[in-house]
């Protein structure tokens, strides 16, 4: 069975920085590329970033670029997103996607 589990959120101060984490099991981690995606309140899902299955090629949305780097571990079956420079429209649920499937999410609540 796939399972993807999040974790990392709270509630922060602008400007401030996030890391999140995403545990990964049921599957071949290593030969998967691996996303997050993020939902706002009231709105829809929102692509953030993809990292290859070796790590080699990353890509961010436009809203997220030079302030989030995706990174993985595959000897550790973990996904990561470093936030930074957090805004207050990063506020989001943020899940980690692959191999067809999704987490639970974790929540990043950006207020002062």
């Known amino acids: 069975e796939v399972k993807l589990v999040e974790s990392g959120g709270g509630l922060v101060q602008p400007g401030g920085s996030l890391k999140l984490s995403c545990a990964a099991s049921?599957?071949?981690?290593?030969?998967?590329?691996m996303n997050w995606v993020r939902q706002a309140p009231g709105k829809g899902v929102e692509w953030v970033s993809t990292?290859?299955?070796?790590?080699?090629?990353?890509s961010y949305a436009d809203s997220v670029k030079g302030r989030f780097t995706i990174s993985r571990d595959n000897a550790k079956n973990m996904l990561y997103l470093q936030l930074s420079s957090l805004k207050t429209e990063d506020t989001a649920m943020y899940y980690c996607?692959?191999?067809?499937?999704r987490g639970q999410g974790t929540q990043v609540t950006v207020s002062s």
């Open positions: 996607s692959g191999a067809s499937s």
């Open positions: 990292i290859n299955s070796r790590g080699g090629t990353t």
């Open positions: 049921g599957f071949a981690f290593s030969t998967y590329t």
